[in-house]
């Protein structure tokens, strides 16, 4: 148990419509990472926040948003969904926001969009 | 910019059988390199990592040596077991740690059979 936690853990929807997915980060963690890992691309990052700013962006489509509340907990918000989105989507979190720290990664959600 | 290039499987491997999963990096300066290991229906979680030229990472009978003349990485393991079973990723941090996230490779499957 890495001590990342993210609901839910399956979800199916239609295309157009729009789902959120939460993140909780390791007890101390003050940065959290969303990662996507599809098939064909393998395993892109997202966007990064740490202590409730963003910090570093990656391929993130402009239909998708995150933050980060000041329990440190996150949300990946993703809206307009295209049968392309369906992937498994991971949050990880570290210590600190340089990258020689390990990151914990949770157990991830998998989005089927229909 | 900063990539990594791993040796893309599936690899089958009968157990007790010598395991080598070849990674390549490209980066700027020296930055940390990761292994991370992401058995079925889990999350990612670190494997080994070596932060300086000539360190050689070991956990759980794994090791990979990092070779700043051939800028390789490469996981090892003499003797491998069915519960090694997984998929395995080559990683290194954004602009040399600068950023925080993570660049992962392809990933590369492998099976170990009984």
């Known amino acids: 148990d890495s001590g990342v936690t993210q609901t839910p853990k399956h979800l199916i929807t239609a295309t157009g419509q729009r789902v959120t997915l939460r993140c909780s980060p390791r007890?101390?963690?003050?940065?959290v990472y969303w990662y996507q890992q599809s098939l064909d691309q393998g395993l892109q990052f997202l966007i990064q926040?740490?202590?409730?700013?963003?910090?570093a962006k990656g391929n993130i489509l402009e239909r998708f948003s995150a933050q980060q509340f000041p329990d440190l907990h996150s949300e990946l918000n993703l809206s307009s969904l295209e049968l392309g989105d369906s992937a498994l989507y991971f949050c990880?979190?570290?210590?600190?926001?340089?990258?020689?720290?390990?990151?914990?990664f949770g157990p991830g959600t998998r989005l089927t969009v229909l | 910019g900063d990539s990594v290039t791993q040796m893309e499987g599936p690899v089958t491997l009968s157990e007790e059988a010598c395991l080598t999963i070849?990674?390549?990096?490209?980066?700027?300066?020296?930055?940390?390199l990761f292994w991370y290991v992401q058995y079925p229906g889990e999350g990612l979680q670190l494997l080994l990592k070596?932060?300086?030229?000539?360190d050689k990472g070991s956990n759980k009978g794994f090791e990979a040596t990092y070779r700043k003349e051939t800028t390789s990485f490469h996981l090892e393991k003499g003797s491998v077991q069915v519960s090694d079973s997984a998929v395995y990723f080559c990683?290194?941090?954004?602009?040399?740690?600068?950023?925080?996230?993570?660049?992962f490779g392809k990933g590369t499957k492998l099976s170990v059979k009984p």
């Open positions: 990880a979190s570290s210590a600190t926001t340089s990258g020689r720290d390990e990151q914990f």
């Open positions: 070596a932060t300086k030229a000539d």
């Open positions: 926040y740490y202590n409730g700013e963003e910090r």
């Open positions: 990683a290194l941090p954004n602009y040399g740690g600068s950023q925080g996230n993570l660049i």
């Open positions: 070849n990674c390549t990096y490209t980066a700027t300066g020296y930055p940390s």
């Open positions: 007890s101390g963690d003050l940065s």
